[in-house]
């Protein structure tokens, strides 16, 4: 009778390892699906189900179906360590598409490591997230680049701006961007009023605001997510600030603007993409995902869109079912490691993805967008001659 | 100087904030001992319920509102009735557990409503003195007093201070609804007998009071004020499922620094963590130093409770409920 029910027992599973050895292939997207950065989080599962969809009606990688599973970070510290181990312990997972958060990708990075397998992230832009770790990759800039470009975009074109005041969010992403600009700003003689820093969890900066007021700066860089970001701009003209505002990658959402409402009119931001600026294949992709989602992709999408391809694309190039795990992880490392010269690197939609010794991707462009009347337009100038 | 009457009045605006939802914790703690963790929740559902009249249902603000603290203190009702009054007489243990479960709970099912992403206040819809400004807009003068500037946008006392009237609103209301609950404590019959379930429930019951309607009606009171608190912090800055998490920990650190189970604690308690942070913030080293403004309001309470361990107004001054 025991013996009997073991077995019955045993049957589902049995079954579920059998599936396991099907003809599926299993990636792994990590993100902020909740939390302050939820928004971020959507169009990065979208990006990614819409590489996968399409990879898998095309008849998938070598015959077999791309599986995605995915993973909420929630953007904290915490919840990555979680997701990350999940993941990389998971017997089935090839590779792993994230994390968003620079401070989740850096929290993942010695799990990734230790167990073998590669992150590639499509939106931590800290200078120090691939750093010591040869598991770890990224298919856009870094923060050094982000925060001096700002600095020299402010310096070229909008000389009518002589002083800038910072308010950073006091994670790695707000930090990095902020020494980013800092350094460059001192190089560069920009000057630099008021610098301080507000805490993701808190929801009232007025406190802050009034010491940034009493500086009067030109303008003021907002190092920070959108949320925060929104509510920032809001508060600052609620306080009596005209300066317009600079941001980021961060906050390239149209939450944003939502939140901020009319005080978003005249804000700069920065960003690693922009479908303006893409061509005929970024345009197509994002009719597709319009036409699937209903809503147009944004950068994230597009990155993580180009960062699911270039796992796809390692796993047809180098994927052996016969060989053990370990084994299979390894390859899609060397494949990517070896994508390391222009001619060797990946074209996607957001350009062309190559990486240094370290993992980070370098020779991407910013560009430069405005908030008017309540949308995101190219701005007039560019700084495209990067470096 | 300006800047150190500006700071003081954003200190103002926070306190009164947190000493809204301080006491709806205050309240319910000094008649059944019971931490009431999901009060930060009750607290966010009043904003998405009004969020939800304004936006669904296209009710003028002025009537979400209060629609919005009825339908949240009917919540409380239903929340001690379904959650709390079922263990009335278990441990105390049990209560806390349950108190955090209902709040994990609710935050979920909030988020499964009305998704993660932030949601302001459309501000079409808000009264036009809770508008704000845009980039360039000169706002206009309407009058005068006493070199104060009543403009479109603001009250103006100097070029550089000035309070938003949704500010002068939150603070108002804060003064007239913690006076309003004193009166209602120490005057009213239903105060009375609330003062008795605090100090004795089984005596209050041996005399003839209906403890549980007591009670529920201290979470009626509670959630009522918690929901003008999440209206007013959702119209200042957003609605989101987790809002009632951080302003509840900073008030319910409120609460216990003034004394826990003491309404006048609270309000005192709620200020003095708005100036905490405010000041905080403010006045340290520009850099890192403010972005750690929520410890130093932290570092406060334990300041003050090491050295006066049952909080402000102990049990010993005040009464309780």
Same mark, same amino acid.
């Given at each position: ?43 990065? %599962? ?6 996968? %969809? ?23 510290? %915490? ?150 970001a929104g509510l920032i701009a809001k508060q600052a003209r609620n306080l009596g600030i005209t300066a317009p505002f600079f941001g980021a990658d961060g906050i390239d959402s149209p939450e944003f603007i939502i939140i901020a409402e009319d005080a978003a009119n005249g804000t700069y931001l920065s960003t690693p993409f922009t479908f303006r600026a893409g061509g005929d294949e ?86 430069? %967008? ?18 | ?17 947190? *000493? ?234 409120? *609460? ?66």
């Open positions: 009778m025991r013996k009997w029910l073991i077995g019955l027992l045993l049957i589902p599973i049995v079954f579920v390892l059998g599936c396991d050895s099907g003809n599926q292939v299993r990636v792994a997207v990590a993100g902020p699906f909740t939390g302050n950065a939820a928004a971020f989080g959507e169009m990065i %599962k979208r990006g990614a189900e819409l590489k996968a %969809k399409e990879i898998n009606e095309a008849g998938g990688i070598n015959g077999r179906q791309l599986k995605l599973l995915f993973g909420d970070d929630t953007g904290t510290e %915490k919840e990555a360590k979680a997701v990350a181990t999940r993941f990389a312990t998971d017997r089935r997972v090839l590779a792993v598409v994230g994390h968003f958060n620079s401070t989740c990708s850096i929290a993942g990075k010695p799990i990734y490591k230790e167990n073998g397998i590669v992150e590639l992230s499509p939106g931590s832009t800290n200078v120090d997230v691939c750093q010591g770790s040869d598991w770890t990759f990224r298919n856009l800039y870094r923060d050094d680049f982000q925060g001096a470009f700002i600095a020299k975009y402010i310096k070229t074109y909008l000389t009518e701006y002589k002083t800038v005041g910072v308010i950073f969010e006091n994670d790695d992403y707000g930090r990095g961007l902020r020494d980013g600009f800092l350094a460059e700003a001192e190089k560069i003689d920009l000057s630099v009023v008021a610098d301080t820093a507000y805490d993701r969890d808190t929801t009232d900066y007025t406190a802050q605001l009034t010491n940034i007021k009493a500086e009067n700066p030109d303008m003021l860089l907002i190092s920070g997510l959108y949320g925060q970024a345009a197509n992709v994002a009719k597709a995902f319009e036409a699937e989602f209903g809503v147009p992709p944004d950068t994230w999408a597009a990155l993580t869109y180009d960062a699911m391809g270039m796992i796809a694309e390692a796993i047809e190039k180098t994927y052996n079912s016969d060989a053990p795990l370990a084994e299979n992880r390894k390859a899609i490392r060397d494949h990517l490691a070896g994508l390391d010269t222009p001619e060797e690197g990946y074209t996607g939609i957001t350009g062309l993805t190559y990486f240094d010794k370290n993992g980070d991707t370098v020779n991407k462009p910013a560009y430069v %967008k405005i908030v008017k009347d309540g949308e995101f337009t190219m701005a007039e100038n560019q700084l495209l001659d990067s470096e | 100087m300006d800047e150190f009457f500006q700071q003081l009045i954003n200190a103002l605006v926070l306190g009164g904030i947190y *000493a809204l939802i301080a006491v709806g914790y205050t309240m319910v703690y000094g008649i059944i001992q019971l931490i009431n963790f999901a009060h930060g929740e009750v607290f966010m559902l009043g904003a998405y319920f009004a969020f939800t009249l304004v936006t669904a249902f296209h009710l003028p603000f002025w009537a979400a509102v209060p629609i919005s603290m009825i339908l949240c203190a009917g919540f409380g009702l239903l929340m001690d009735y379904v959650a709390y009054r079922p263990i009335r007489n278990a441990p105390r243990l049990s209560a806390l557990i349950t108190a955090i479960g209902v709040s994990i709970a609710l935050q979920n099912i909030a988020r499964i409503i009305w998704g993660a992403k932030p949601r302001p206040f459309p501000s079409d819809s808000l009264p036009s003195f809770m508008r704000q400004l845009g980039q360039n807009e000169t706002p206009e003068i309407y009058f005068s007093l006493l070199g104060i500037e009543f403009t479109q946008a603001n009250i103006s006392f100097s070029e550089n201070v000035s309070i938003a009237y949704l500010d002068f609103f939150i603070i108002l209301l804060a003064i007239i609804l913690m006076v309003a609950l004193n009166r209602l404590v120490t005057l009213t019959k239903i105060g009375k007998a609330m003062r008795a379930c605090a100090q004795s429930r089984i005596a209050a019951n041996l005399m003839g009071i209906n403890t549980n309607r007591v009670i529920a009606v201290t979470f009626a009171i509670g959630s009522f004020l918690g929901a003008i608190a999440g209206v007013m912090v959702g119209v200042r800055e957003y609605i989101e499922p987790t809002m009632g998490y951080y302003k509840g920990v900073a008030a319910f650190a409120a *609460a216990v620094l003034g004394g826990i189970g003491n309404i006048t604690g609270a309000m005192f308690g709620g200020l003095l963590i708005g100036f905490a942070e405010v000041f905080g913030a403010g006045y340290i080293p520009y850099g890192y130093g403010s972005g750690y403004r929520i410890a130093i309001a932290y570092i406060v309470m334990i300041i003050v409770i090491l050295i006066r361990p049952t909080g402000l107004f102990g049990k010993s001054t005040g009464h309780r409920a």
